[in-house]
């Protein structure tokens, strides 16, 4: 990919030169309360992220009530075992009405607002609401008809690859160009809740932008943010994480979501990772480290001496700060004679010898 290569929504660019795009995920941590919603919409203003991204879908959009095998979650699940994917969706969706209200909140706090959708009669309500940005998730990477009915917005698409094999990306991003001139995003992905860094293959970064010349990121489901900062340090241009107010409240998505005080960290420490890495190698000081060269040690008489007196480990030092002669001079400046008298704390040159 171009290094200078940007996409930008709302005035906001999302590229190699730009701050790492945090994308604070709402998902299902409303745990049904508007109120709640509106206060994580806060949450995320507050910890400095870019974005704030929910999911536009109802149980019987995403799914059928069936219980049968293949409609319950695998058992064994460390967080949703068993349980019937109808009633997960359930629970788990933002309301439809609700969005209008949260969309207007976010912006009010300078957030970009978008979503996932997940079936046509959801990009359409984005499209009425005024999104600017849309998102579609891991699983949704095989269902061309739905890629190309957001791409023919003409929106900035930011799409998670979680499961997906390269085919089936390359696919993807096809429908994609060939149904519009949304711009994408890729999202390295894990899609296991939560997702263990071990099989985060950040690798992957780098290989999705060589393979499909656009700007790649991170949909990170593991705990903490260490994944994620690794991640802006290998070039990832956007981050998504979930988000609650306090994992303690419980919700289908809480384990591993970040708190607000995470969430401020990720955004400091993933901007911080990106600059670290770009500022490239070098030797010898840096601007600011030029000031601290006086802090170097040097050779110092350490105590007051007569003109005659020989220099000894009694009367001269290696010390900080710089000015007189380098630590390893002193072999040849012992028992050498001073020249003058001379004060405690004046730095030793040969011309005093």
């Known amino acids: 990919m171009s290094k200078t290569q940007v996409i930008t929504v709302n005035g906001r660019a999302i590229g190699a030169e730009s701050p790492v795009f945090v994308i604070g995920e709402m998902s299902g941590n409303h745990n049904g309360s508007l109120d709640r919603a509106l206060e994580i919409v806060d949450a995320i203003a507050g910890a400095g ?33 068993d349980r019937t994917l109808y009633d997960l969706y359930e629970e788990a969706h933002t309301p439809w009405e609700w969005h209008r209200a949260i969309f207007e909140r976010a912006r009010q706090q300078d957030l970009i607002p978008f979503s996932t959708p997940f079936d046509p009669t959801a ?56 149904a519009g001139s949304s ?67 419980g919700g289908v998505d809480s384990e591993f979501s970040l708190n607000p005080d995470e969430l401020a960290a990720l955004v400091r420490a993933a901007e911080q990772a990106r600059v670290g890495v770009r500022s490239g190698v070098g030797f010898g000081p840096t601007e600011e480290e030029s000031t601290m060269l006086a802090l170097r040690r040097s050779l110092y008489v350490v105590e ?10 009694a009367n001269v030092r290696s010390i900080r700060p710089a000015g007189g002669l380098a630590p390893d001079a002193f072999d040849d400046v012992a028992g050498r004679r001073f020249t003058q008298d001379v004060g405690r704390g004046t730095p030793l040159t040969w011309d005093v010898l």
């Open 49 to 81: 992220a870019a974005a704030l991204k929910i999911q536009t879908y109802t149980a019987d959009t995403l799914t059928i009530d069936v219980d049968l095998p293949p409609f319950r979650v695998a058992s064994g699940h460390s967080l949703w075992s």
């Open 123 to 178: 990009v359409a309500l984005l499209e009425e609401l005024g999104v600017e940005l849309y998102k579609t998730a891991s699983a949704e990477i095989v269902d061309l008809p739905l890629m190309r009915e957001i791409a023919a917005t003409g929106k900035p698409m930011v799409v998670s690859t979680g499961m997906a094999t390269l085919a089936e990306v390359d696919a993807a991003v096809n429908a994609i160009r060939g």
């Open 183 to 249: 711009p994408i995003v890729l999202l390295a992905c894990t899609a296991a809740y939560p997702a263990d860094p071990a099989e985060a293959r950040l690798g992957n970064i780098a290989l999705l932008r060589e393979a499909f010349d656009v700007p790649v990121g991170l949909s990170d489901h593991t705990p903490g943010v260490g994944v994620a900062v690794a991640a802006a340090a290998l070039g990832a241009v956007a981050i998504e994480k979930h988000v609650t107010l306090d994992r303690a409240d």
């Open 304 to 313: 007051e001496v007569r003109a005659g007196d020989e220099v000894s480990a």
